[in-house]
């Protein structure tokens, strides 16, 4: 069975830091680019970053960039996003999902997703 699964969610305060995994399982990240992808309440799914299938190259929506940090470890077929810096408008249910490709920000061109986590910034 093909899955995604995201972990490391949680409530934080403004300016603290969670590190969201996202693990496979029945298949091998190495072939594809990964996204991360939130959405906050009553807001559209957006795009947060994406790591590529061929070179590694990483990508971040503008809001996020400095602040956030996209890894994967394909020995432990787990790709990572790390959060600093959190801030209020960061909260939504975060998602990882899988595109058997080089990069792309289409959200149709990922055809496997994780369930997703929550993450919850507020004092």
């Known amino acids: 069975q093909l899955q995604l699964v995201e972990s490391g969610g949680g409530l934080v305060q403004p300016g603290g830091s969670l590190r969201l995994s996202c693990a496979a399982s029945?298949?091998?990240?190495?072939?594809?680019?990964i996204g991360w992808f939130r959405q906050a309440p009553g807001k559209e799914r957006e795009g947060v970053s994406y790591i590529d299938s061929d070179d590694g190259s990483t990508y971040y929506t503008d809001s996020v960039k400095g602040r956030f940090t996209i890894s994967r470890d394909n020995a432990k077929n787990t790709v990572y996003l790390q959060m600093n810096s959190l801030k209020p408008e960061d909260t939504g249910v975060y998602y990882c999902?899988?595109?058997?490709?080089?990069?792309?920000?289409?959200?149709?061109?990922?055809?496997?997703w994780g369930q997703g986590t929550q993450v919850t910034v507020s004092s």
């Open positions: 999902a899988a595109s058997p490709g080089p990069y792309t920000d289409y959200d149709v061109d990922y055809n496997y």
């Open positions: 029945g298949f091998s990240l190495d072939y594809y680019t």
